[in-house]
């Protein structure tokens, strides 16, 4: 029994030992080797190794392109007017000795380099204005108005100042981290967001309030210019209707009665009984009113024609 305890010790021991001995290196990973925190060795190569236990301790870096997310900052432009900034950089640690001494681990990289990050990118964005930190400027025509597009929206084009401030960034971290000796390679620097404060972003939403209440105001304008075009045009074309048609009745019964006139006068000529008839029918309807009474003899003329309509009138 004794026996079989002290077996199991030895191989606990051993395992012990053999955990504090061997390390293993990933193809991801680099290592230094220390020894009472001296730098012994350092493996960049994946795979297994050895050190000595309980003596020498195996600290892990990550060989990785890592990453560093700077908090957003307000900064200000050419212009005076702040924008809130939110940048990033990668990088990768290339001598794991140096960025020992110098950051020591990733968190102090990350607090480090992202100040160096920022205090860069603040000395170009004060050499720019807005439009070009953002990337985009506004379209003005000939008389200094925005120009915009079908629906109203302002046009903006594209600058390439947002690659040359980021270019000029990238260029001055990389002095610094160099100057420094962080044993890092900085591998770019990018802007995720450019955007107002949010103190100030009241201002800016009555701004666009603002213009598009003037683009609205300018299409009700040229609206109602329009229809006054319109109206105008439908009023004359109207007026010009209502004249051809006036005339063209005023000629259509002109020769109307030119042809009720040229018909009677033959029937006249042809029968001119009849036009003492019609003569003797216009008189009793020219002095008798429909409550006018008359008393006439007999013998009157007036009604000849009424006793014998086929005799003559004497004269």
């Known amino acids: 029994m004794k026996s079989l305890i002290i077996i199991a010790i030895i191989l606990i021991v051993g395992l012990v030992v053999l955990r504090q001995s061997a390390y293993i290196v990933d193809v991801t990973e680099q290592a230094l080797i220390l020894r009472f925190g001296e730098v012994r060795a350092t493996r960049i190569q994946p795979g297994l190794y050895w050190k000595t236990p309980f003596v020498e301790t195996a600290l892990i870096f990550d060989k990785r392109i890592l990453r560093i997310d700077a908090p957003p900052v307000a900064m200000p432009d050419k212009e005076k007017q702040n924008l809130v900034i939110d940048s990033y950089a990668r990088y990768k640690i290339v001598d794991p000795e140096q960025f020992r001494k110098t950051l020591q681990t990733e968190t102090g990289a990350r607090s480090r380099l992202g100040d160096i990050v920022t205090s860069t990118l603040r000395d170009r ?9 953002i990337g985009s400027r506004p379209i003005l025509d000939e008389t200094g108005n925005l120009v915009e597009d079908d629906e ?21 971290v990389r002095n ?50 329009e229809d ?33 006139i040229r018909i009677l006068a033959e029937a006249l000529n042809e029968d001119p009984d009849l036009f003492a008839f019609r003569r ?13 009474t008359i008393i006439l003899s007999a013998d009157a003329p007036l009604f000849r024609f009424l006793d014998s309509p086929g005799i003559p009138a004497s004269p």
């Open 125 to 133: 964005v004060a050499l720019r204005d807005r439009f070009e930190i």
């Open 152 to 172: 109203g929206l302002p046009l903006f084009e594209g600058v390439d100042t947002r690659t040359e401030i980021l270019d000029e960034v990238l260029a001055g």
């Open 176 to 225: 610094t981290v160099t100057a420094q000796n962080f044993g890092i390679e900085i591998i770019d620097v990018r802007i995720k967001r450019a955007d107002f404060p949010d103190s100030v972003t009241p201002s800016i939403y009555t701004r666009m309030r603002a213009e598009r209440n003037r683009i609205a105001t300018k299409f009700r304008a040229e609206g109602e210019e």
């Open 228 to 260: 006054l075009k319109i109206r105008a045009v439908a009023n004359r074309n109207r007026e010009v209707i209502l004249a051809n048609a006036d005339r063209q009745s005023s000629q259509t019964r002109g020769e109307g009665e030119a042809e009720a």
């Open 280 to 292: 003797s029918l216009e008189a009793y309807q020219n002095f008798l009113g429909p409550q006018d």
